[in-house]
C-alpha cells in the first residue's frame, strides 16, 4: 500500500483532485506574494489556500506555540505515510473549506475521520484506497525502483505545508507537526 512519489507540478495537482471527484477548484502557480499576484488568479476571494514547497529543515522556530490538539473546526491529519505531503497539503485547505464540493471519496474520508486523532487520520488516509490509488495514478517515472528509508539530515528533502482560513483564522497545516499553527486573523 506504498505512496509514490508525484510530480510537484499544478496541473498535476488539478487533475488528480479532479478524478478525485473535487468540483470547481483548480491550482496555479503562484511567482510571487504580492497584490499583483493575486489578482493574476481572480483576486483574494477567489484563494482558497496556499501550499508551498519548501526544502524541509528540522524546525527551529518557538515563537509560535504548539499544541497536540488541532482547534475545533480545524480537520488536521499527521502525515504518518511517506511521500504524501504534497497530497495532505490540498486535502488540508479543501476539507477545511465547506463551501469546496470535495466529492464522495473525500467527503466520505473526512466524515469516517471526524473523530480521530490527528495521527489516526493520517493512518485511515493511508489506507484510504480512493484517495491513494489516484495519488499513485501521477506518480513520477523513477529509473530505478526507489528504495524506502527515513530522511537523513544531509538529504535533499522537500516538502509541502498549506496555508488556509478556517472561520476568521489563518492557520499552517502542516502534517510532520502535531498540530496546526494559528496566525491569527484573515485579511
Known amino acids: 500500500m506504498a505512496w509514490n512519489t508525484i510530480e510537484s507540478d499544478p496541473a498535476v495537482f488539478s ?33 482558497k489556500g496556499l501550499y508551498f514547497l519548501f526544502k524541509w529543515q528540522k524546525d527551529k522556530r518557538t515563537s509560535h506555540a504548539v499544541t497536540t490538539d488541532a482547534p475545533e473546526g480545524v480537520f488536521f491529519a499527521k502525515q504518518t505515510i511517506s511521500n504524501a505531503c504534497g497530497t495532505l497539503a490540498l486535502l488540508h485547505v479543501l476539507l477545511n473549506r465547506p463551501e469546496i464540493d470535495v466529492g464522495t471519496a473525500l467527503a466520505d474520508y473526512k466524515a469516517f475521520a471526524a473523530d480521530l486523532p490527528p495521527d489516526l487520520r493520517g493512518d485511515l488516509l493511508g ?34 505545508i498549506a496555508y488556509t482560513q478556517v472561520g476568521d483564522k489563518l492557520f499552517e497545516l502542516d502534517g510532520l507537526k502535531p498540530a496546526p499553527i494559528q496566525f491569527g486573523g484573515w485579511g
Open 15 to 47: 487533475e488528480m483532485l479532479e478524478r478525485l471527484g473535487v468540483r470547481g477548484v483548480e491550482v496555479a502557480e503562484l511567482w510571487g506574494l504580492d497584490e499583483s499576484a493575486f489578482e493574476s488568479l481572480g483576486g483574494t476571494d477567489n484563494i
Open 127 to 160: 489506507s484510504c484506497d480512493p484517495i491513494r490509488v489516484t495519488h499513485n495514478l501521477f506518480a513520477r517515472p523513477e529509473p530505478f525502483e526507489a528504495e524506502e528509508r527515513a530522511a537523513r539530515d544531509d538529504d535533499d528533502v522537500y516538502h509541502f
